[in-house]
Protein backbone atom coordinates (compact mmCIF):
# COMPACT_ATOMS: atom_id res chain seq x y z
CA UNK A 1 0.00 0.00 0.00
CA UNK A 2 1.24 3.33 -1.01
CA UNK A 3 2.07 6.21 1.60
CA UNK A 4 -0.76 8.73 2.68
CA UNK A 5 -0.59 12.22 2.54
CA UNK A 6 -3.59 14.37 4.29
CA UNK A 7 -1.86 17.53 3.37
CA UNK A 8 -1.51 16.28 -0.20
CA UNK A 9 -4.84 15.45 -1.23
CA UNK A 10 -5.98 18.93 0.52
CA UNK A 11 -3.77 21.03 -1.51
CA UNK A 12 -4.81 19.14 -5.00
CA UNK A 13 -8.12 20.40 -3.76
CA UNK A 14 -7.34 23.90 -2.89
CA UNK A 15 -5.87 23.88 -5.80
CA UNK A 16 -8.73 22.46 -7.67
CA UNK A 17 -11.24 25.17 -6.20
CA UNK A 18 -9.07 28.52 -6.59
CA UNK A 19 -8.60 27.32 -10.41
CA UNK A 20 -12.33 26.98 -10.68
CA UNK A 21 -12.66 30.49 -9.09
CA UNK A 22 -10.27 32.14 -11.62
CA UNK A 23 -12.18 29.94 -14.70
CA UNK A 24 -15.18 31.67 -12.81
CA UNK A 25 -14.06 35.30 -12.38
CA UNK A 26 -12.99 35.59 -16.41
CA UNK A 27 -16.31 34.38 -17.49
CA UNK A 28 -18.44 36.94 -15.12
CA UNK A 29 -15.52 39.39 -16.67
CA UNK A 30 -16.97 38.73 -20.20
CA UNK A 31 -20.57 37.79 -19.24
CA UNK A 32 -20.37 34.50 -20.51
CA UNK A 33 -22.95 33.00 -18.25
CA UNK A 34 -24.83 29.97 -19.49
CA UNK A 35 -28.76 29.49 -18.99
CA UNK A 36 -29.57 29.08 -15.37
CA UNK A 37 -30.82 25.04 -14.75
CA UNK A 38 -33.96 24.80 -12.94
CA UNK A 39 -36.05 22.11 -15.46
CA UNK A 40 -39.17 22.54 -12.41
CA UNK A 41 -38.48 26.29 -11.30
CA UNK A 42 -35.99 27.70 -8.71
CA UNK A 43 -37.95 29.06 -5.95
CA UNK A 44 -39.15 26.56 -3.44
CA UNK A 45 -37.45 24.07 -1.84
CA UNK A 46 -39.55 21.66 -3.64
CA UNK A 47 -38.67 22.78 -6.97
CA UNK A 48 -35.03 22.84 -5.94
CA UNK A 49 -35.77 19.03 -4.55
CA UNK A 50 -36.87 18.21 -8.07
CA UNK A 51 -33.78 19.60 -9.73
CA UNK A 52 -31.61 18.21 -7.81
CA UNK A 53 -33.34 14.75 -7.59
CA UNK A 54 -33.11 14.61 -11.41
CA UNK A 55 -29.37 15.45 -11.81
CA UNK A 56 -29.26 12.76 -9.07
CA UNK A 57 -31.15 10.02 -11.79
CA UNK A 58 -28.84 10.88 -14.64
CA UNK A 59 -25.42 10.03 -12.18
CA UNK A 60 -27.11 7.22 -10.82
CA UNK A 61 -27.51 5.77 -14.61
CA UNK A 62 -24.36 6.74 -15.16
CA UNK A 63 -23.00 4.52 -12.35
CA UNK A 64 -24.89 1.66 -12.90
CA UNK A 65 -24.11 1.43 -16.77
CA UNK A 66 -20.41 2.17 -15.60
CA UNK A 67 -20.43 -0.99 -13.48
CA UNK A 68 -22.33 -3.21 -15.88
CA UNK A 69 -19.22 -2.12 -18.21
CA UNK A 70 -16.60 -3.45 -15.25
CA UNK A 71 -18.61 -6.81 -14.43
CA UNK A 72 -19.50 -7.76 -18.09
CA UNK A 73 -17.40 -6.05 -20.39
CA UNK A 74 -14.15 -6.01 -19.27
CA UNK A 75 -12.27 -6.09 -22.74
CA UNK A 76 -14.29 -2.65 -23.62
CA UNK A 77 -14.38 -1.19 -20.69
CA UNK A 78 -11.34 0.89 -20.59
CA UNK A 79 -12.14 1.86 -24.76
CA UNK A 80 -15.41 2.95 -23.43
CA UNK A 81 -14.43 4.79 -20.17
CA UNK A 82 -11.51 6.78 -22.54
CA UNK A 83 -14.15 7.61 -25.03
CA UNK A 84 -16.51 8.97 -22.48
CA UNK A 85 -13.97 10.83 -20.70
CA UNK A 86 -12.95 12.58 -23.73
CA UNK A 87 -16.35 13.31 -25.03
CA UNK A 88 -16.91 15.01 -21.56
CA UNK A 89 -13.72 16.66 -21.36
CA UNK A 90 -13.79 18.43 -25.18
CA UNK A 91 -17.09 20.12 -24.32
CA UNK A 92 -16.38 21.57 -20.91
CA UNK A 93 -13.19 22.43 -22.07
CA UNK A 94 -13.89 24.27 -25.18
CA UNK A 95 -16.44 26.54 -23.64
CA UNK A 96 -13.58 27.71 -21.46
CA UNK A 97 -11.09 28.05 -24.05
CA UNK A 98 -13.61 30.45 -26.09
CA UNK A 99 -13.68 32.37 -22.72
CA UNK A 100 -9.95 32.55 -21.90
CA UNK A 101 -9.29 32.75 -25.55
CA UNK A 102 -10.44 34.56 -28.80
CA UNK A 103 -12.62 31.93 -30.52
CA UNK A 104 -10.11 31.50 -33.59
CA UNK A 105 -7.74 29.91 -30.55
CA UNK A 106 -10.05 28.46 -28.53
CA UNK A 107 -10.66 25.11 -30.81
CA UNK A 108 -7.19 24.57 -31.68
CA UNK A 109 -6.50 24.80 -27.86
CA UNK A 110 -9.15 22.76 -26.78
CA UNK A 111 -8.11 19.74 -29.24
CA UNK A 112 -4.49 19.89 -28.02
CA UNK A 113 -5.63 19.37 -24.67
CA UNK A 114 -7.86 16.21 -25.75
CA UNK A 115 -4.78 14.76 -27.45
CA UNK A 116 -2.57 15.29 -24.29
CA UNK A 117 -5.16 13.73 -22.15
CA UNK A 118 -6.22 11.26 -24.90
CA UNK A 119 -2.19 9.93 -24.68
CA UNK A 120 -2.29 10.19 -21.06
CA UNK A 121 -5.36 7.82 -21.17
CA UNK A 122 -4.07 5.57 -23.41
CA UNK A 123 -0.59 5.19 -22.57
CA UNK A 124 -2.19 5.25 -18.63
CA UNK A 125 0.46 8.50 -17.22
CA UNK A 126 -0.17 9.14 -14.15
CA UNK A 127 0.91 12.74 -14.01
CA UNK A 128 -0.98 13.92 -17.36
CA UNK A 129 -4.19 11.74 -15.89
CA UNK A 130 -3.92 13.67 -12.38
CA UNK A 131 -3.76 16.91 -14.44
CA UNK A 132 -6.78 16.24 -16.43
CA UNK A 133 -8.55 15.73 -13.88
CA UNK A 134 -7.83 18.65 -11.83
CA UNK A 135 -8.62 20.77 -15.50
CA UNK A 136 -12.22 18.99 -16.07
CA UNK A 137 -13.02 19.26 -12.29
CA UNK A 138 -12.64 22.76 -12.10
CA UNK A 139 -13.89 23.50 -15.43
CA UNK A 140 -16.95 21.86 -14.07
CA UNK A 141 -17.23 23.08 -10.97
CA UNK A 142 -17.02 26.50 -11.86
CA UNK A 143 -20.09 25.57 -14.75
CA UNK A 144 -22.30 24.52 -12.25
CA UNK A 145 -21.69 27.43 -10.03
CA UNK A 146 -23.03 29.65 -13.01
CA UNK A 147 -26.05 27.65 -13.98
CA UNK A 148 -27.08 26.93 -10.27
CA UNK A 149 -29.02 29.46 -8.68
CA UNK A 150 -30.41 29.49 -4.80
CA UNK A 151 -32.00 26.96 -3.31
CA UNK A 152 -31.37 24.42 -5.86
CA UNK A 153 -27.27 25.55 -5.26
CA UNK A 154 -28.00 24.91 -1.79
CA UNK A 155 -29.97 21.43 -2.06
CA UNK A 156 -27.70 19.81 -4.49
CA UNK A 157 -24.59 18.91 -2.78
CA UNK A 158 -26.95 18.01 0.42
CA UNK A 159 -28.94 15.33 -2.28
CA UNK A 160 -25.97 14.23 -3.97
CA UNK A 161 -24.33 13.49 0.22
CA UNK A 162 -27.08 11.72 0.91
CA UNK A 163 -26.57 9.49 -2.16
CA UNK A 164 -22.67 9.61 -1.92
CA UNK A 165 -23.59 7.44 2.02
CA UNK A 166 -25.50 5.15 0.30
CA UNK A 167 -23.60 5.01 -2.70
CA UNK A 168 -20.56 3.97 -0.80
CA UNK A 169 -21.76 1.85 2.12
CA UNK A 170 -24.54 -0.37 0.22
CA UNK A 171 -24.65 1.01 -3.55
CA UNK A 172 -23.01 0.77 -6.47
CA UNK A 173 -19.30 2.38 -5.30
CA UNK A 174 -19.16 -0.82 -2.74
CA UNK A 175 -18.70 -2.47 -6.16
CA UNK A 176 -16.19 -0.53 -7.28
CA UNK A 177 -14.32 -0.78 -4.00
CA UNK A 178 -14.41 -4.09 -4.02
CA UNK A 179 -12.82 -4.58 -7.37
CA UNK A 180 -9.66 -2.23 -6.61
CA UNK A 181 -9.09 -3.84 -3.03
CA UNK A 182 -6.65 -6.59 -4.42
CA UNK A 183 -4.73 -3.88 -6.56
CA UNK A 184 -1.22 -3.49 -5.65
CA UNK A 185 -0.39 -0.32 -7.47
CA UNK A 186 -3.47 1.64 -6.63
CA UNK A 187 -2.21 4.74 -9.07
CA UNK A 188 -2.28 2.66 -12.33
CA UNK A 189 -5.63 0.51 -11.16
CA UNK A 190 -7.86 3.94 -10.36
CA UNK A 191 -6.35 5.45 -14.07
CA UNK A 192 -6.88 2.82 -15.94
CA UNK A 193 -10.35 1.42 -14.62
CA UNK A 194 -11.94 5.24 -13.85
CA UNK A 195 -9.94 7.13 -15.87
CA UNK A 196 -11.15 10.86 -15.18
CA UNK A 197 -13.77 9.54 -12.67
CA UNK A 198 -11.35 8.63 -9.67
CA UNK A 199 -7.92 10.46 -8.86
CA UNK A 200 -5.91 8.56 -6.54
CA UNK A 201 -3.90 12.05 -5.05
CA UNK A 202 -1.90 11.80 -1.62
CA UNK A 203 -2.50 8.03 -1.47
CA UNK A 204 -6.01 8.54 -1.35
CA UNK A 205 -8.80 7.77 -4.54
CA UNK A 206 -11.01 10.98 -4.58
CA UNK A 207 -13.50 10.88 -6.83
CA UNK A 208 -13.87 13.66 -9.44
CA UNK A 209 -17.61 14.45 -8.11
CA UNK A 210 -16.11 15.04 -4.84
CA UNK A 211 -13.50 17.62 -6.85
CA UNK A 212 -16.69 19.41 -8.78
CA UNK A 213 -18.51 19.93 -5.59
CA UNK A 214 -16.39 21.41 -3.83
CA UNK A 215 -15.57 23.65 -6.48
CA UNK A 216 -18.96 24.51 -7.03
CA UNK A 217 -19.34 25.42 -3.78
CA UNK A 218 -16.19 27.82 -3.27
CA UNK A 219 -17.07 29.51 -7.01
CA UNK A 220 -20.58 29.87 -5.95
CA UNK A 221 -19.83 31.75 -3.09
CA UNK A 222 -17.54 34.17 -4.83
CA UNK A 223 -20.42 34.66 -7.47
CA UNK A 224 -23.32 35.86 -4.74
CA UNK A 225 -21.08 36.97 -1.71
CA UNK A 226 -17.61 37.96 -2.70
CA UNK A 227 -14.22 37.25 -1.39
CA UNK A 228 -15.59 36.53 2.05
CA UNK A 229 -17.52 33.65 0.64
CA UNK A 230 -14.41 32.47 -1.24
CA UNK A 231 -12.27 32.00 2.43
CA UNK A 232 -15.89 31.17 4.71
CA UNK A 233 -17.03 28.98 2.48
CA UNK A 234 -13.63 27.36 1.23
CA UNK A 235 -12.22 27.34 4.92
CA UNK A 236 -15.58 25.21 5.91
CA UNK A 237 -15.05 22.76 3.06
CA UNK A 238 -11.74 22.09 3.22
CA UNK A 239 -11.96 21.38 7.19
CA UNK A 240 -14.82 18.85 6.28
CA UNK A 241 -12.58 17.68 3.74
CA UNK A 242 -9.33 17.02 6.26
CA UNK A 243 -11.84 15.55 8.79
CA UNK A 244 -13.20 12.96 6.35
CA UNK A 245 -9.48 12.18 5.45
CA UNK A 246 -8.82 11.74 9.13
CA UNK A 247 -11.55 9.18 9.62
CA UNK A 248 -10.29 7.44 6.40
CA UNK A 249 -7.13 7.22 8.04
CA UNK A 250 -8.30 6.21 11.28
CA UNK A 251 -10.93 3.37 10.84
CA UNK A 252 -8.91 2.57 7.32
CA UNK A 253 -11.84 1.82 5.60
CA UNK A 254 -13.65 3.31 2.34
CA UNK A 255 -15.95 6.58 3.75
CA UNK A 256 -17.99 9.06 1.51
CA UNK A 257 -16.26 12.18 0.92
CA UNK A 258 -19.31 14.60 0.22
CA UNK A 259 -21.36 14.52 3.60
CA UNK A 260 -18.61 16.37 6.03
CA UNK A 261 -17.88 19.23 3.50
CA UNK A 262 -20.88 19.31 1.81
CA UNK A 263 -22.49 20.24 5.21
CA UNK A 264 -20.29 22.29 6.33
CA UNK A 265 -20.07 24.39 3.31
CA UNK A 266 -23.47 24.73 2.45
CA UNK A 267 -23.96 25.63 6.09
CA UNK A 268 -21.83 28.15 6.35
CA UNK A 269 -22.81 29.40 2.68
CA UNK A 270 -26.69 29.67 3.96
CA UNK A 271 -26.29 31.83 6.54
CA UNK A 272 -23.95 34.51 4.90
CA UNK A 273 -26.47 34.32 1.70
CA UNK A 274 -29.65 34.55 4.05
CA UNK A 275 -28.55 36.51 7.32
Known amino acids: MEKRSIPTAVTYLIFVQ ?32 ANSLLLLLLVVTITLVFIFLILKLRFLFAHVIIFLSIFAAFFITLFYAVIITSSL ?40 SLILLPPTLFILPLVFSVYDIY ?5 PLKTLIKILAPRRNMKKATSRIFGLFLAYVGGFGIGTGDL ?26 NIGFLITLKLLVKYKRPIPAL ?13 LYYF
Not at 212 to 232: D, E, H, K, Q, T
Open 212 to 237: IFSAMLVSAAYILIGLIGIVAVGIAV
Open 167 to 171: AVFKG
Open 18 to 49: IFAVLLTVQALSIEAIPEPYQPFGGETVTQAT
Open 259 to 271: PISMFLGTLVFIL
Open 105 to 144: LALPLTIMLILILLYGLVKNIYPIVIFSIFLVSAEIGSYL
